[in-house]
């Protein structure tokens, strides 16, 4: 089953819940295992949920000498993301 349908619960508290049916999450291509850290966006009038690499996970405002070590391809990469320390 590569789709299916659902409906989006909105907390008061704030946040929302997304039910994903049984049928999707057993599928062979279904790529999350219980526990995976997932990374949401938005895109256009879509959530797109991914596996984020580690960089992303970061907070390199925090860490700006830490990210200055990191090899240049990486650095690149969390440029591009918008996620670079200011």
């Known amino acids: 089953m590569r789709h299916g349908m659902s409906r989006i619960k909105l907390r008061r508290q704030g946040g929302a819940y997304l039910y994903l049916p049984a049928a999707l999450i057993r599928d062979p291509s279904f790529p999350f295992e219980h526990g995976d850290i997932v990374k949401v966006e938005i895109r256009g009038n879509s959530l797109l ?8 996970m970061i907070d390199w405002d925090e860490m700006p000498e830490a ?5 240049e ?9 918008g996620l670079a320390p200011k």
């Open 49 to 56: 949920l991914t596996k984020p690499d580690w960089w992303e």
């Open 67 to 71: 990210y200055e070590r990191l090899p």
């Open 73 to 81: 391809d990486i650095k690149r990469k969390i440029r591009e993301k």
